[in-house]
């Protein structure tokens, strides 16, 4: 950003009788004034942007194979750990029957500490393989 005209200048020019010049000198306070305050705006969404990081980051809890988010006594989840590692994501699996849990976005396949193996039945007859 260019030097700014001061207020001080301005009122110089007027009193001289150099209307034009202290219009063009107005008018490149205002650009300047409009850029700061999209600058402005920029830089408060990125805060923004930042401290919703933070504060996800502080409410996601790591629970091999698959993070929870906690707030006080509360838990949800879980939440596919590739998707959030790489893409701050919090994606729902889905399933959890006998601990084996789906991701719909990146296409993993995760087992808690309570998986079972599904049992293979004979035909013919009920006895496990």
Not at 29 to 53: G, I, N, P
């Amino acid at each position: 950003m260019a030097i700014l005209p001061n207020y001080k200048d301005i009122i110089d020019l007027v009193k001289k009788g150099s209307t034009l010049e202290a219009q063009e000198k107005i008018l490149e306070l205002r650009e300047a004034a409009m850029e700061l305050q999209e600058e402005k705006l920029s830089l408060r969404s990125r805060v923004k942007e930042l401290e919703d990081q933070l504060s996800l980051k502080q409410q996601v809890q790591w629970d091999k194979p698959y993070y929870w988010t906690v707030r006080g006594d509360s838990k949800d989840g879980p939440f596919c750990q590739p998707c959030f590692d790489n893409e701050k994501k919090l994606v729902r699996l889905q399933g959890g029957k006998n601990g084996k849990w789906f991701c719909h976005t990146c296409k993993g396949t995760f087992f808690d500490s309570t998986y079972q193996p599904p049992q293979i039945y004979r035909p013919g007859n009920n006895w496990p393989v």
